[in-house]
C-alpha cells in the first residue's frame, strides 16, 4: 500500500479507488494478510477482532476494545503491523503508562496526544491505540488522597462516549491555545497485561475449588475477564459499560514460539543475502525458555539475532550461518572435556 498516499485519505477513499486482493476491504481480507504479509503468528482470535474493530472503524462504525494478554502475547504486535499498513497518523499508538491527568505531574496528557496530530481531520478519525492501559486502570493516588487514575479514565470516558472533547491554554502542552476535538468517529482501543487481575482470578479459581488439572493450566489458559472484573479491578464503571469487546488472549504456545522463530530465520536469510538455519531441536528450546519464562515473541526474535551475530563476529564472510542444539549444561561438559584432557 503506498504509504504517502494513505496518510493523505481516508482508508475509505483509498478503498473507493483502487482494486485487487487487499483493496476488496473485507475484515476476512485484513486479517488474512495480517497473518501472512504482516507476519502475525497465532492469536487468531485476536487478529480477527482487531481486523474487525479497523473494519467497522472506517465504515462509520468507531467501537471501543480492550485487549487483555501476557507480556509477549502479541497484543501490541498485532496494532504495530495495523499501524504499518495504514499509516501512523491513522492508527495512533501511545504508551499509556506515561498519561496523567489534568494539573498533576507529568507532561503528557490525552491533550498531547491529540496536538502532536497533524491536523484537524485526522484527530478526528483516528483509531487511538493505548498501550498498558492497565496503568491508567489501576488506583494512583496522591498525597491529597486524589485518585489520579479515576481523572484520566473521566477524560478517557469522553472519548469512548465520542464526545467533544474542549483543552485549554494551561493544558500542559505549552502551545498557548485552546484545543477543541470532535470524537464522534473516534475509535479506542485498549491493551494491557492487567497481571494482578489475572492474579486475583487464578487464585479465587483455586478457592472456590477448580479442579486440580485446571488450576495447574490456568496460567496457560488464563480464565475470561469480565465488565464486572475490570470495575472491582479499579475502572470506572461508565468506562467499563462503554467497551464493545472485550479479547483475552492466551499466552504464545512453544509451538507459536518455534514458528515465530523459523520466520525470524527466514527473515535474516533476506537480511544477510546467505542461509541462516536454525535445527528444530534448537528452536524448540528457545521456544520452551520463552513459554516458560513468560519472555514472549520477541524475546525469541532478539534471541535467535544475538546466536547470528555471534557467528556472524566469527566469520563476517560465512556462506551460511547454521545453528545446532546444545543442552543447557554444554560448556560445563565441554570444560569437563578439557580437564580430562589435560
Known sequence: MHQKLIDEMSIADYRAMTSGEMYDWSPKKIEEWSHTDGG?????????????????HYEGRPSVSLFI??????????????????????????????LTAEGWKGSNKLSTIFRSMNSDARRKRVILVLDEADKIIEPVYGGNGTNYSELVQNQLLRI?????????????????RPLS?????????????????????VSAGKQIGFSNARTADAS????????????????????????NRIV???????????????????RLSKVLS?????????????????????????????????IIDNLIYDDPNAPEYVVEYEPPDA???RQSECDIVR
Not at 495495523?82 to 504508551?95: A, H, K, P
Not at 469512548?160 to 498557548?176: E, R, V
Not at 528457545?286 to 539475532?305: N, P
Request: hydrophobic fraction near 35%; include cysteine.
Open 40 to 56: 502475525i503468528i497465532g492469536q487468531d482470535e485476536a487478529v480477527k477482532a482487531a481486523a474487525m474493530t479497523v473494519y467497522n
Open 69 to 98: 494478554g501476557p507480556t509477549g502475547s502479541g497484543k501490541t504486535e498485532i496494532w504495530r503491523i495495523l499501524q504499518r499498513e495504514y499509516g501512523t497518523q491513522n492508527i495512533v499508538i501511545v504508551d499509556a503508562s506515561t
Open 160 to 176: 469512548c462516549d465520542h464526545d467533544t472533547l474542549f483543552f485549554g491554554c494551561d493544558d500542559g502542552s505549552g502551545s498557548g
Open 181 to 201: 476535538i470532535d470524537c464522534t468517529n473516534v475509535s479506542v482501543v485498549m491493551l494491557g497485561a492487567f497481571s494482578k487481575l489475572y492474579e486475583q482470578k
Open 220 to 243: 496457560r489458559d488464563n480464565p475470561e475477564i469480565t465488565i464486572s472484573d475490570l470495575i472491582e479491578y479499579g475502572m470506572r464503571a461508565e468506562l467499563a459499560g462503554r467497551i
Open 248 to 266: 483475552c488472549l492466551d499466552p504464545l504456545s512453544v509451538r507459536d514460539m518455534v514458528r515465530i522463530g523459523q520466520a525470524e530465520t527466514e
Open 274 to 306: 546467505r542461509p541462516v538455519k536454525i535445527s528444530p531441536d534448537a528452536l524448540i528450546m528457545i521456544g520452551r525458555i520463552a513459554q516458560h519464562e513468560g519472555l514472549g515473541a520477541r524475546w525469541v526474535k532478539s534471541r535467535i539475532g544475538q
Open 331 to 333: 560448556d560445563e561438559r
